[in-house]
């Protein structure tokens, strides 16, 4: 998944494709979230580099280009040398779940996380995020991108503070 990112980032930020397009709307994106919106500034610190890294991602899985209207894993699959199943799993790699998760629990292999608005439970592997301070029951805010056939954390997870018993029963209004 990690070696499939580089490449990924390297489509969308480091060739002449599509990286002025993305650097230019993505950083107007991060400048005008910071300006609008605090709890974007509390739940990132201020760090307006922690905010850029988990915008990245919408840009790395989502976001069409103005030129021929590909997202970036299409790009990929158009140019890489490889098998027709390889990309197709390229091509995959749009299903993306973002927002709050609820740290349920762990083991030796991975993660579950419940998201918070409508309740599925997503098994992540380890190895996508280290947990450091993070305790079961707390709230997180990340991005999580399936890679064939399994969950990983994509882009910046941030602790939002431990989840009280009547956030769960429903989310707060908008």
Do not use: C
């Amino acid at each position: 998944f990690f070696e499939m990112k580089v490449r990924l980032h390297w489509m969308a930020f480091e060739n002449y494709l599509l990286g002025p397009e993305y650097e230019r709307r993505m950083n107007l994106a991060v400048e005008e979230m910071m300006k609008e919106r605090a709890y974007v500034n509390e739940w990132f610190h201020n760090d307006t580099g922690k905010l850029l890294y988990t915008i990245q991602d919408d840009y790395l899985y989502k976001t069409r280009a103005s030129f021929l209207a590909y997202n970036t894993p299409e790009w990929l699959a158009e140019t890489v040398r490889g098998t027709e199943a390889l990309r197709a799993d390229i091509r995959s790699l749009n299903e993306r779940v973002i927002g709050e998760f609820v740290f349920e629990k762990a083991d030796e292999r991975l993660y579950s996380f419940r998201h918070w608005q409508t309740g599925p439970i997503f098994e992540v592997r380890r190895e996508s995020v280290e947990m450091q301070g993070i305790q079961q029951g707390f709230l997180v805010f990340t991005s999580l991108v399936s890679w064939q056939g399994e969950w990983w954390v994509s882009g910046s997870l941030a602790a939002i503070g431990e989840a009280m018993s009547g956030w769960l029963a429903a989310p707060p209004p908008n």
